[in-house]
């Protein structure tokens, strides 16, 4: 089983729809939990981080359920902006040296 | 404010040539520095990550190599490159985990675009 594992999508939306998804990790004893944003053939990007109680942040809300392992990520009014792949990244945590490990990535396409 | 420098932005390389990437880190002392790959529509996978000078962890046995000379200074380099060395090389800081915030995350350079011929 990967560390981190996410659909690869790609999900097709709507303009002005919402869309989610989700990203599982294997290890327990992961700490903090990441979403970025990757444009074709740049870097990734931050998006937000993803707090034990939930956090937003514009029309963007993550998750984290840390009894099933997973974190999700919400996107609301989606935007033809918005159209990128999504990257779940899992940290273990200062005894790992805030090693970060990256899913695969969900390709989100928002259409007119 | 934190900046991330690295370059080359593109590179084609033969078979068997040497390579060294640098990166360069302005604005904060002590990062945790990070060298990833990304092959074409793939995942990214950590290679090298360094915690202080002349510490450098390696993640995946192949023939390249990491250094870090200076505080904000991360290098990669190969003595013979592969076909299978290319891919979309990323560099990238975090908040020293040393400091007590092992949260922080990664803030990448533009990455250098590597093509093995």
């Known amino acids: 089983r990967k560390e981190v594992e996410q659909d690869p999508g790609p999900f097709n939306v709507p303009e002005g729809a919402t869309v989610a998804f989700n990203c599982t990790y294997s290890n327990s004893a992961s700490q903090s939990f990441f979403w970025y944003r990757q444009d074709c053939r740049k870097e990734p990007k931050l998006l937000m981080s993803v707090y034990s109680s939930g956090n937003e942040d514009g029309r963007f809300t993550a998750q984290l359920n840390r009894a099933s392992q997973y974190i999700s990520l919400l996107i609301r009014d989606s935007k033809l902006s918005d159209s990128a792949t999504y990257l779940c990244?899992?940290?273990?945590?200062?005894?790992?040296?805030?090693?970060?490990?990256f899913g695969g990535g969900t390709r989100v396409l928002v259409k007119p | 404010s934190q900046t991330i420098h690295q370059w080359p932005a593109t590179l084609v390389q033969p078979v068997g040539s040497p390579l060294s990437l640098e990166c360069t880190v302005e604005?904060?002392?002590?990062?945790?520095l990070y060298w990833y790959r990304q092959a074409a529509g793939r995942g990214l996978q950590l290679l090298f990550y360094s915690v202080g000078i002349g510490q450098i962890s390696s993640e995946v046995p192949q023939n390249l190599s990491a250094s870090r000379p200076q505080d904000r200074q991360f290098i990669l380099s190969s003595k013979k490159l592969l076909l299978s060395d290319s891919g979309f090389y990323l560099c990238?800081?975090?908040?020293?985990?040393?400091?007590?915030?092992?949260?922080?995350?990664?803030?990448f350079g533009n990455g250098t675009r590597l093509t093995v011929t």
């Open positions: 990244v899992v940290s273990l945590g200062k005894a790992a040296g805030n090693k970060l490990t």
């Open positions: 990238a800081w975090s908040v020293a985990a040393s400091r007590g915030i092992g949260n922080s995350p990664l803030h």
């Open positions: 604005g904060t002392s002590n990062p945790n």
